[in-house]
């Protein structure tokens, strides 16, 4: 059976999505659909700062080596994600960010020096910077890195990524400004502020990581968004999806073949408008709904009896009407 990677490639795009060595070690069918799907996969877990380094200047990257594996043993990429990020902070670099500018700079130079030498021929395309404004979008979010090196440390990283790794793709990853709801429209703003701020310092950046975790409570506007876009591409940039899912939930299982099929339509009217953006690179945040993150995280999951149903493939690894949305996005309609 021909997969999304394969459809993908036939229009000279990179389909993929997230993936767990845990579980791909452990589940036959996990790494199966893997095999089936992906051109590319991204790290969901094993590219963050508490994987690599979870003890101070002890770096452990057997999960991420496992995942490169993987992929050269297929002929896929693997994607970076995430070098800096508010999240996923082991303790003792929580505590050291709050130790000064100094140790927070040599912290970041000897993350970036041992991880960017360990994937340089291997790992083409990073997320150097994730999330760096705050839910609201009317400033940058709040985090230990900035608390350390101030709004510059941005351009810190950025410039740290080029200087180890000069033909990779740099890519700042964010969320929240997909849809057409205030808070979004007004992240979109401070986004491009902020893209705009780091090109005109001469800040290297190569893309526009646009996560794409979907709400179906929320208005998409295609037009809205593809114009947003269209600034973004205006600026140099590349954009890309890097973590594609939709989150829809119910009670009745007898909604649910309505309600797929509206997620399908959502789908497809954010990934073709993203496709004729001008993304050439989109990923699903996992492949099935039986690992997805919406599941499994108690705050997202919202107690029992609530389906989630976000990813392209179902509990049982059957393809769903997302899967043939992507398809038809990726046929070109
Ligand atoms: O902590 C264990 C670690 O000891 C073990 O070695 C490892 C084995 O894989 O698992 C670790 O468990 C959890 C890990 O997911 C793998 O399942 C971590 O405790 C848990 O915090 C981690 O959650 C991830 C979360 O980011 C924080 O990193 C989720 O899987 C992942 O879906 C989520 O993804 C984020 C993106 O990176 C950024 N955008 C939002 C997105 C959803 O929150």
């Given at each position: 059976?021909?997969?999304?990677?394969?459809?993908?490639?036939?229009?000279?795009?990179?389909?993929?999505?997230?993936?767990?060595?845990?579980?791909?070690?452990?589940?036959?069918?996990?790494?199966?659909?893997?095999?089936?799907?992906?051109?590319?996969?991204?790290?969901?877990?094993?590219?963050?700062?508490?994987?690599?380094?979870?003890?101070?200047?002890?770096?452990?990257?057997?999960?991420?080596?496992?995942?490169?594996?993987?992929?050269?043993?297929?002929?896929?990429?693997?994607?970076?994600?995430?070098?800096?990020?508010?999240?996923?902070?082991?303790?003792?670099?929580?505590?050291?960010?709050?130790?000064?500018?100094d140790r927070a700079l040599g912290i970041m130079t000897a993350h970036f020096d041992r991880v960017l030498s360990h994937t340089r021929s291997q790992i083409r395309d990073w997320d150097v910077v994730n999330e760096p404004i705050a839910t609201?979008?009317?400033?940058?979010?709040?985090?230990?890195?900035?608390?350390?090196?101030?709004?510059?440390?941005?351009?810190?990283?950025?410039?740290?990524?080029?200087?180890?790794?000069?033909?990779?793709?740099?890519?700042?990853?964010?969320?929240?400004?997909?849809?057409?709801?205030?808070?979004?429209?007004?992240?979109?703003?401070?986004?491009?502020?902020?893209?705009?701020?780091?090109?005109?310092?001469?800040?290297?950046?190569?893309?526009?990581?646009?996560?794409?975790?979907?709400?179906?409570?929320?208005?998409?506007?295609?037009?809205?968004?593809?114009?947003?876009?269209?600034?973004?591409?205006?600026?140099?940039?590349?954009?890309?999806?890097?973590?594609?899912?939709?989150?829809?939930?119910?009670?009745?299982?007898?909604?649910?073949?309505?309600?797929?099929?509206?997620?399908?339509?959502?789908?497809?009217?954010?990934?073709?408008?993203?496709?004729?953006?001008?993304?050439?690179?989109?990923?699903?945040?996992?492949?099935?709904?039986?690992?997805?993150?919406?599941?499994?995280?108690?705050?997202?999951?919202?107690?029992?009896?609530?389906?989630?149903?976000?990813?392209?493939?179902?509990?049982?690894?059957?393809?769903?009407?997302?899967?043939?949305?992507?398809?038809?996005?990726?046929?070109?309609?």
């Amino acid at each position: 059976m021909t997969g999304l990677g394969e459809i993908a490639r036939a229009r000279g795009i990179s389909f993929g999505a997230a993936m767990l060595t845990h579980l791909m070690q452990r589940d036959p069918a996990y790494e199966a659909a893997f095999a089936a799907e992906a051109a590319v996969i991204v790290s969901e877990w094993e590219g963050k700062f508490a994987a690599l380094q979870p003890e101070e200047g002890k770096f452990d990257t057997s999960l991420l080596d496992a995942q490169l594996r993987w992929a050269q043993q297929r002929g896929r990429t693997l994607r970076g994600h995430a070098l800096v990020w508010h999240e996923s902070l082991p303790a003792w670099a929580e505590r050291a960010l709050t130790e000064g500018r100094d140790r927070a700079l040599g912290i970041m130079t000897a993350h970036f020096d041992r991880v960017l030498s360990h994937t340089r021929s291997q790992i083409r395309d990073w997320d150097v910077v994730n999330e760096p404004i705050a839910t609201a979008g009317d400033q940058l979010r709040d985090t230990p890195w900035l608390r350390a090196l101030g709004p510059e440390y941005i351009d810190i990283a950025l410039k740290m990524a080029r200087e180890r790794d000069p033909t990779l793709r740099i890519v700042l990853n964010e969320y929240g400004f997909e849809e057409d709801v205030p808070e979004a429209l007004l992240k979109r703003q401070q986004l491009l502020a902020l893209l705009r701020g780091l090109l005109e310092r001469k800040v290297p950046l190569d893309a526009l990581g646009i996560q794409g975790h979907l709400h179906m409570s929320r208005p998409f506007n295609a037009a809205s968004f593809a114009g947003f876009l269209a600034e973004v591409r205006s600026l140099g940039l590349q954009v890309l999806i890097t973590e594609l899912d939709i989150r829809e939930t119910w009670d009745a299982p007898q909604e649910i073949a309505a309600r797929d099929a509206l997620v399908a339509e959502r789908t497809y009217a954010f990934v073709s408008t993203a496709l004729e953006g001008g993304a050439r690179t989109v990923l699903s945040w996992g492949l099935s709904d039986k690992y997805s993150w919406l599941a499994n995280t108690p705050a997202v999951a919202m107690g029992q009896g609530r389906v989630h149903r976000g990813l392209p493939l179902d509990d049982n690894w059957q393809r769903k009407p997302m899967w043939h949305a992507l398809a038809r996005a990726f046929r070109g309609g």
